[in-house]
């Protein structure tokens, strides 16, 4: 019983598929889904998160300088509790 709801389950959910393929139709969105994956897959040496757009450098850039900002203060605080500090 429970592998034929999965066979009836599989035809409605595939069915439509099927008939667009048989007919020759394609989606126009699926060719610019494939243009994205084209631009993204490009061997450029560049890391897929910084292909999208200049906003990508951007982000990436304070992303990066907030770190070293949160490095530089761990650093800070861990050499004032390193260091004993003189008596006033």
Do not use: C, W
């Not at 560049?46 to 300088?65: C, E, H, N």
């Amino acid at each position: 019983m429970l592998n034929f709801s999965r066979v009836v389950v599989r035809s409605f959910s595939n069915s439509s598929n099927r008939f667009a393929v048989a007919k020759g139709e394609i989606e126009k969105g699926y060719f610019e889904i494939k243009k994205i994956q084209e631009h993204f897959q490009k061997k450029d040496g560049k890391p897929v998160f910084l292909k999208g757009s200049a906003m990508d450098q951007v982000l990436y850039r304070i992303t990066m300088a907030l770190s070293l900002v949160g490095i530089g203060g761990m650093g800070k605080l861990f050499y004032e509790l390193a260091v004993p500090q003189p008596p006033e």
